[in-house]
């Protein structure tokens, strides 16, 4: 049994181990953080996450670092925040692949909910299909036809199993009833500089990556995946005016932390997040883009949380009625 001086001493010792943290979370950061990002750069969710790390380096008093961990559809940078240090200082920002990868896959190195601490989510972004500017069908309903009839000998660029355009791709073949021949890169970024260069035949992209694309006349854009047209591209139809029914998706992205990073730590980045996507250059950016940022009560840890256990019991049935079998 402990003495009354031994009970003291730890209970000094836990207060000052308490003490210790709430200072530490208190001064936060005290040097630049990083924000990983899970696919190569120049693609729509790095160009998204350096908008918002450049608004949250100015909130934080601390450089806010962008590092691209491309590859196997956003599971390798995930993996790397899910074992790195759980004090801030390494985050990740990643979409709705964080809910989709548990079913694509028969093993992850991480578990999205388990390992890692919701911060808030950032943006939901409509998907474009899209294809090389002298692809021969000029509607999507020429489009399918085309596919239809040519099948495999289509290409189509992805990022990889778990990626938007991945799930995008897969939902389109499904609701055609074909196969198509898919090209994995590390990101969307590499992947645009081939579609323009006219070495792919066509990828289903963020908005955040093909816009600008599109209103220049480089790449032909067949639809949106929302439920209206979008403002940036008004003469790009939805999917229901081409003919498929019930395509519809957008691409919410999140920012986390490593789980057991303190929770003044999170609390306080969730609140530099949402200075960030308050940000008017982050505004009038993300418009340009086609897309928005969350409302301030959709950048906290709870908003995100829900979200992500939301998706993956969604996306698990879809992808499970989908026949695509895990990797
Ligand atoms: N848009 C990509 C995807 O398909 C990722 C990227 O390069 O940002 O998930």
Redesign the pocket.
């Given at each position: 049994m402990k003495t009354t001086t031994q009970l003291l001493a730890a209970g000094l010792l836990a207060g000052s181990a308490f003490a210790a943290t709430a200072v530490v979370a208190q001064e936060f950061p005290t040097q630049p953080v990083t924000i990983v990002v899970p696919?190569?750069a120049g693609?729509?969710?790095?160009t998204v996450t350096r908008l918002v790390a450049q608004a949250m380096s100015e909130d934080l008093g601390q450089q806010v670092v962008v590092q691209n961990v491309g590859g196997a559809g956003?599971t390798l940078g995930a993996g790397q925040v899910a074992a790195a240090n759980a004090d801030g200082y390494t985050l990740l920002l990643h979409?709705i692949?964080m809910s989709t990868a548990p079913a694509l896959y028969a093993s992850l190195p991480y578990d999205p909910v388990e390992d890692f601490e919701p911060i808030g989510l950032v943006t939901e972004v409509p998907m474009t299909i899209v294809a090389r500017k002298d692809f021969e069908p000029e509607t999507l309903e020429d489009l399918i036809a085309h596919v239809k009839e040519n099948g495999e000998d289509v290409t189509y660029a992805?990022?990889g199993i778990g990626?938007?355009?991945?799930l995008c791709g897969l939902l389109f073949m499904d609701a055609l009833g074909t196969q198509m021949t898919e090209v994995p890169y590390q990101?969307?970024?590499p992947a645009m500089t081939d579609l323009l260069g006219g070495q792919i035949d066509m990828m289903c992209?963020?908005t955040t990556?093909t816009t600008s694309q599109i209103q220049a006349g480089e790449i032909k854009a067949y639809a949106v995946t929302t439920p209206e047209r979008i403002d940036v591209l008004p003469d790009v139809p939805t999917m229901a005016e081409g003919g498929i029914e019930d395509f519809e998706l957008s691409i919410w992205h999140g920012l986390y932390a490593p789980a057991g990073t303190d929770q003044a730590i999170i609390d306080r980045l969730a609140q530099s997040l949402q200075t960030a996507l308050a940000d008017e250059t982050v505004g009038t950016s993300f418009a340009e883009l086609g897309t928005e940022p969350v409302a301030a009560d959709d950048a906290t840890p709870d908003a995100l949380s829900e979200r992500l256990s939301n998706q993956i019991e969604l996306w698990a049935g879809v992808i499970e009625e989908a026949g695509v079998s895990a990797q």
């Open positions: 696919f190569s693609g729509p969710t790095d956003g979409h692949g992805n990022a990626a938007a355009s991945q990101g969307t970024g992209d963020q990556n």
